[in-house]
């Protein structure tokens, strides 16, 4: 039988032909697929990570490990007077308690070379005091004496007044003795002229006898002028005294203002003792507080000829080694370094002018010592090992000079209490001066916030609040919105 012959198909079939050798140049080849997506997986985790991996801001500083308590940190020990250095009491490296001797100088000055010199002293300032005892008992004395003489004047003036008053009275009386004499004076001779009249008679103008004579006897005429020549002698004697007793107010007064002046001459004059003598007792006084001076300084020289520790420590750096070596004042002979105590521990780290704005008090501090093992991570400090937490307790307000500020970190006493932290190590294993590296952490960003900062200069954020003053304005744009939606449907009701 014959086989029938195929029919030709409806539609025309294509025969497969190979790629152009162009497209198979271009054409990525099959290895490098995976590679591909690697990278754009790792792309894509990037990109994440720029957004949503969180960066710890911080600024860096270094410093050393410092005492805070200014008397517990090392202290020079100085001699505090000139002389020689008389010999040692400690060794290097000795651990002294507070009041230990040190030291011993002796004197080189002249002034003090005298052995006896504080015996001759209290001696001297005995003197002074005898002296000022015998000043005092002669003040006492000079001031019962002005007691004496004030009473003394008291009575004196009263006395002088008295008697001029009374010579004031002698006049009164011998001014009316005298007017009494003459009344009876021109009595006297009234009656004598009219006794002699009847002795002698009388005649008228024309030569007749008024009066015969012979009436009166002689006898009665020479009485009668015995009694006008008495009564006359009376009134000059009346008229002497009168002169007498003015000379003698006169004298009472002139007497009175004497007795005055004579008393208080003499009150005067043991005032004026008084005061000398007080005068001296103040001077004596002075020269015994300058000798009590002098003994006193005397006594802390000799004190100071022992050079003292002040406080507990270990004695280091013996400057002065020769027995004889002469020393100045203010001379170091050791260095003194009290016992370190944990509490006192503190690190001083140092700023650049740059990054000193961004700190504040209490902002929080990785510190790294050297000598510590450590492995720090400055963006994520919670993975950090070997670092501990600090502090700001102090920021300088100005600058050493160039351009840096110095602050000071303490332990955070909180966290090491709550076991968020580590203590730091004992003092006697991180001591003073051990160089650190301190970390002051600022806010926490995202990481493309934090190269896009780093590849511009820009400094670290300082914020402390970021999201709260962002959403304030909005808050407050809303409340404005709200009140000014009331107030438009408020309006409108009363269109």
């Known amino acids: ?69 200014p008397g517990e940190r090392p202290q020079n020990v100085q001699a505090q007077i000139p002389g020689r250095l008389k010999g040692w009491r400690v060794q290097e490296g000795d651990i002294v308690e507070a009041g230990t001797v040190i030291a011993e100088i002796a004197e080189i000055d002249a002034k003090f070379l005298d052995p006896n010199q504080l015996e001759r002293l209290e001696r001297q300032r005995e003197f002074l005091v005898a002296q000022r005892e015998a000043a005092q008992s002669r003040a006492e004395a000079l001031q019962r004496q002005i007691r004496a003489l004030d009473q003394s004047r008291n009575l004196a003036i009263p006395a002088a007044d008295e008697r001029a008053r009374q010579a004031a009275d002698r006049l009164r009386s011998a001014e009316q003795s005298l007017v009494a004499a003459k009344q009876k004076l021109l009595a006297d001779e009234l009656n004598f002229e009219r006794i002699r009249d009847l002795n002698k008679g009388k005649k008228d103008a024309d030569g007749n006898w008024v009066v015969q004579p012979g009436l009166r006897s002689d006898r009665d005429f020479e009485l009668a002028r015995q009694t006008v020549e008495t009564s006359r002698a009376d009134v000059e004697r009346l008229q002497a005294l009168l002169d007498a007793a003015v000379r003698d107010t006169k004298v009472g007064d002139l007497d009175a203002r004497r007795v005055e002046n004579d008393t208080l001459a003499t009150l005067s004059g043991a005032q004026s003792s008084y005061a000398a003598a007080q005068e001296t007792i103040a001077s004596l006084s002075n020269s015994i507080q300058k000798i009590d001076i002098e003994i006193q300084n005397f006594r802390e020289r000799v004190a100071q000829r022992q050079v003292i520790a002040p406080r507990a420590g270990q004695i280091t750096q013996l400057r002065a080694v020769g027995e004889t070596e002469t020393l100045k004042s203010g001379d170091v002979l050791c260095v003194l370094i009290p016992q370190a105590r944990e509490e006192e521990q503190a690190v001083e780290l140092v700023l650049s002018d740059f990054d000193a704005p961004l700190v504040r008090l209490g902002d929080p501090v990785r510190l790294q010592f050297e000598g510590f093992p450590a492995v720090q991570f400055v963006g994520w400090p919670s993975v950090a090992i070997g670092t501990f937490g600090g502090r700001i307790v102090a920021i300088d307000s100005v600058d050493d000079g160039l351009n840096r500020f110095r602050l000071l970190v303490k332990p955070d006493y909180e966290a090491i209490e709550a076991g968020k932290d580590d203590p730091w190590p004992e003092p006697s294993m991180l001591r ?51 009140k000014g939606g009331q107030g438009g449907e408020g309006d409108k009701d009363d269109k």
């Open 432 to 482: 003073p001066g051990t160089q650190a590296t301190g970390w002051v952490m600022l806010r926490v960003v995202s990481l493309g916030f934090e190269l896009w900062r780093q590849f511009n200069g820009f400094p670290p954020m300082f914020d402390r609040n970021p999201i709260e003053r962002k959403k304030k304005p909005k808050d407050e744009k809303a409340k404005a919105k709200g």
């Open 1 to 69: 039988m014959a086989q029938t012959a195929r029919q030709p198909s409806a539609f025309p079939v294509k025969s497969l032909s190979p790629a152009p050798q162009a497209l198979r140049l271009v054409e990525s080849p099959r290895p490098a697929r995976p590679f591909a997506f690697i990278l754009m997986l790792f792309l894509a985790l990037f990109i994440l990570a720029l957004i949503y991996v969180p960066w710890q801001q911080s600024v860096t500083g270094v410093g050393q490990l410092i005492v805070f308590s």
